[in-house]
């Protein structure tokens, strides 16, 4: 039986990367694709950002895939907010999943690293943080203006997201995780993690596990790359050290990503923006929208196809039939056929 996918394409380059990423599930076959048109031009069209019913209709499938959100002509970007940010929360799609993977030695920023120093996983926490909105601005726009963004940590929150690491971790036979923060400085809200990471290190006695303050580890990502294999942090955090690590792997256009709850209907999306600059110029890269879909295959189960996926992506990227930004001569519509045509 086919799975039911929801196809978001977003706005900008997103509707191009993942028109090449549907062309590569049309190929490998197995999926039932949806398109809905929620994005800038529907918002702009009707004044909707998402149907009222539009959460249950997204839990009504069985993945998501969606492209990069975000336009010019929407100044506050609330489509994407209800659309990315809202599902986020309405799903609880607690985990954000960052694989970072050096496929081709020349794309690595860092002098004298390879493959085998860019090659890990982070784990952010997804729903909780100084992302959830709980704060305000008084007497804005005038000299005696207060903001105030505060950040949520709970138990619940941190346990799940750092026990789902240390399981990544034993599933995939990885020797180490390492968690960070900001406790030295927060001692707060910190403190939480602190405590949870300790206790739930305790039930893997073969990982070995470490702590880092957020600025030391974004240091030694930059230093010693190679060291890690998994990371888990908070969703700020996450959101700054996976911009270091798709810039590690060869930039923002090479990076998948996953927004993950166990067991249900989960969020699949290239991380770059939607760039509107670059909208209908055939000059996107597609990498990260195609290795999204492998990644949303993996999850349901179609590890065969994934890896087919995942093979066809890297042995492009190694032949340099790629887009400029990562030193080929293809368009966004020629990267991906090159990918397509290795799947066969």
């Not at 929360?89 to 860019?118: I, M, Q, S």
């Not at 903001?147 to 709970?154: C, F, H, K, R, S």
């Not at 996926?309 to 890297?314: K, L, M, N, S």
Request: proline share 5%.
């Amino acid at each position: 039986m086919a799975h039911r996918i929801a196809v978001i394409p977003g706005d900008g380059i997103g509707k191009e990367v993942i028109a090449e990423a549907v062309k590569i599930l049309e190929a490998i076959g197995g999926v039932d694709l949806h398109h809905l048109p929620w994005g800038a031009d529907h918002y702009l069209a009707t004044g909707e950002t998402i149907p009222p019913d539009g959460y249950d209709t997204l839990r009504s499938f069985d993945a998501i895939l969606v492209g990069a959100l975000g336009d010019p002509r929407v100044p506050d970007n609330r489509h994407a907010r209800d659309i990315l940010l809202g599902t986020r929360f309405e799903l609880d799609l607690y985990v954000n999943y960052r694989p970072v993977r050096l496929l081709d030695d020349r794309l690595c920023p860092l002098k004298g690293r390879t493959r085998a120093d860019v090659n890990f996983a982070v784990f952010r926490e997804n729903t909780e943080g100084v992302y959830v909105g709980v704060g305000g601005r008084f007497k804005a726009g005038t000299p005696d203006e207060i903001a105030v963004q505060e950040e949520i940590n709970t138990y619940k929150g941190v346990n799940r997201i750092v026990r789902h690491a240390f399981e990544h971790a034993r599933l995939h036979g990885l020797r180490s995780v390492a968690m960070a923060d900001k406790s030295n400085a927060m001692p707060d809200g910190h403190a939480l993690w602190q405590r949870v990471f300790k206790e739930v290190r305790a039930a893997y006695p073969e990982i070995e596990a470490t702590h880092f303050y957020i600025d030391a580890l974004a240091m030694w990502l930059v230093q010693n790359p190679g060291q890690f294999q998994v990371i888990v942090t908070n969703n700020l955090f996450g959101d700054i050290i996976t911009d270091i690590g798709g810039a590690l792997q060869g930039g923002l256009g090479m990076a998948a990503s996953g927004n993950i709850h166990p067991g249900r209907t989960s969020m699949f999306e290239p991380v770059h923006g939607s760039a509107p600059p670059l909208a209908g110029k055939d000059v996107a890269n597609p990498v990260g929208a195609i290795l999204s879909a492998a990644m949303m295959l993996d999850y349901l189960g179609k590890f065969n196809e994934a890896h087919r996926i995942e093979r066809a992506v890297e042995a492009a990227v190694q032949a340099g039939e790629t887009t400029r930004d990562v030193g080929g001569t293809l368009g966004t519509r020629a990267a991906g056929d090159a990918i397509r045509r290795r799947l066969q």
